[in-house]
């Protein structure tokens, strides 16, 4: 068999796959904070284009791709899925692991695949300027290269932490033309509020949601832009599954368990989604989201209407969250620590379709560094989390034949500083703080 599976350009699909209408018992809709009541597109077109709002909002299966997004995707896909041979030896396993590796994109991440459409609709509908937030900075780079291929600027506000720790993601958003700040950042009232009241916080993605929300809100020309969570997003990512499937059906394979990490839930959701239909009508499959100990929405949060953003002005969303106020440890996987979940993974968590798992900073370096050394690919913090999953279901039976596939969702070439403490021995596991989580849960909306 080979050892990566490769498709054509004219092979990559030409539609994204829309999860919402096959979960079962459905979405909750986003509310108006005011007024609590569902939120239509009027005035969630203040800060997003029409294009991207009728997806948020869609019940369509199957939407067109648009041509100058498919020509943009193709300096990197389709990407290929590769079976980690080396690792199942490493590990003694009978499974067989294959891995869609969505490192070998421009900016080392999935993210690109969202990025390229939102700059694509803002574009269409004459934005100029994008605002967003940045957590571990692959979303920030990410939008950073998609803005320069429509001609659009780019402004970032990065998690202070993620700011001090990864200097080339600034370097590379730079390349691209964009501007950077850390998050809390002196330009906003946001910012300055919470620079005065906590001034060493390490930030969070709440915080930066809501300072790239304001400076979007205060400027005509100006729309937001959102690199995970919701629907749009996860609609994107659906191009990772529906390639792979295509793959697999190559292959001759078919999944046993799927797995990803979950920050935001647009990867996982992105790999999974394609495969819930055949898990409806039958197929024995099972999906495993992984979130870090440290910030374990799925697995100690609750499921509740919460806000996206520490300072309260995004719509309310019906997800497990920590706590739009929870500010989860500086762990070094900076793209997974955010408070919420994905509507649509918080979803199909509900209706036990998928299986969350958490798992601490450690093991998964460990699980990193074995994948490095046995696939020779070195991958984000982020990533790790996914892999030391796809370790823990391949070696808990291990003479069991089965067929193990995680979404590799980013290398890590520009995390090697977070490498060096994991070797120096000053990286440490962190149990979710229960009081911080307690005090934060006793500030959600009421409903
Ligand atoms: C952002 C990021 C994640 C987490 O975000 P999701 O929206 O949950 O996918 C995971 N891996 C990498 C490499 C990332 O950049």
Not at 184 to 197: C, F, M, N, V
Not at 222 to 228: F, Q, W
Not at 261 to 280: E, M, T
């Amino acid at each position: 068999m080979e050892k990566k599976i490769i498709l054509r350009d004219d092979e990559m699909p030409r539609q994204w796959y829309n999860v919402v209408p096959d979960i079962p018992n459905g979405l909750l809709p986003p509310l108006d904070p005011e007024t609590k009541e569902p939120m239509g597109p009027e005035k969630l077109g203040a800060v997003f284009p029409m294009g991207l709002l009728e997806q948020e909002m869609s019940t369509t299966r199957y939407i067109d791709i648009p041509e100058e997004v498919l020509d943009i995707y193709k300096i990197w896909r389709p990407v290929p899925l590769v079976r980690a041979t080396n690792l199942e030896k490493a590990l003694g396993t009978k499974a067989k692991i294959f891995f869609k590796n969505e490192g070998v994109s421009p900016v080392g991440s999935h993210k690109a695949n969202s990025a390229v459409p939102q700059a694509y609709y803002n574009m269409k509908e004459g934005v100029k300027r994008l605002s967003t937030e940045t957590g571990a900075g692959q979303w920030g780079s990410a939008l950073s290269f998609a803005t320069s291929k429509f001609g659009l600027e780019c402004k970032v506000y990065m998690v202070r932490v993620s700011f001090e720790q990864k200097p080339y993601r600034k370097s590379m958003m730079q390349t691209f033309g964009a501007q950077i700040v850390a998050s809390p950042s002196e330009e906003t009232r946001t910012g300055r509020k919470i620079l005065a009241e906590f001034p060493d916080t390490p930030g969070s993605l709440g915080i930066a949601i809501s300072e790239a929300l304001e400076d979007a809100a205060g400027r005509e020309d100006t729309k937001y832009a959102l690199g995970s969570v919701l629907n749009h997003v996860c609609i994107h990512q659906s191009i990772i599954g529906l390639e792979t499937k295509k793959q697999l059906e190559i292959a001759g394979e078919y999944p046993d368990v799927v797995i990803g990490c979950c920050g935001g839930g647009s990867n996982f959701a992105g790999i999974a989604a394609p495969f819930i239909p055949d898990y409806l009508s039958g197929k024995k499959i099972r999906f495993v989201g992984v979130e870090p100990s440290s910030c374990p929405s799925l697995t100690m949060g609750r499921l509740a209407y919460d806000f996206g953003d520490v300072a309260q002005t995004t719509p309310l969303l019906y997800m497990y969250t920590l706590g739009h106020d929870f500010i989860p440890p500086g762990i070094h996987a900076g793209g997974l620590r955010y408070h919420g979940m994905s509507p649509i993974i918080s979803a199909l968590v509900r209706e036990n379709i998928i299986e969350p798992m958490k798992v601490h900073q450690l093991e998964c370096f460990e699980a990193g560094v074995l994948f490095a050394r046995t696939e020779g690919i070195i991958p984000a913090p982020e990533t790790c989390h996914a892999i030391r999953a796809a370790i823990i279901e391949a070696t808990r039976e291990p003479d069991k034949k089965q067929t193990i596939l995680f979404n590799f969702s980013g290398h890590g070439l520009i995390d090697m500083a977070s490498y060096d403490k994991f070797f120096a021995g000053d990286l440490h596991n962190y149990d979710y703080p229960e009081e911080a989580i307690a005090r934060s849960m006793a500030n959600l909306p009421k409903i």
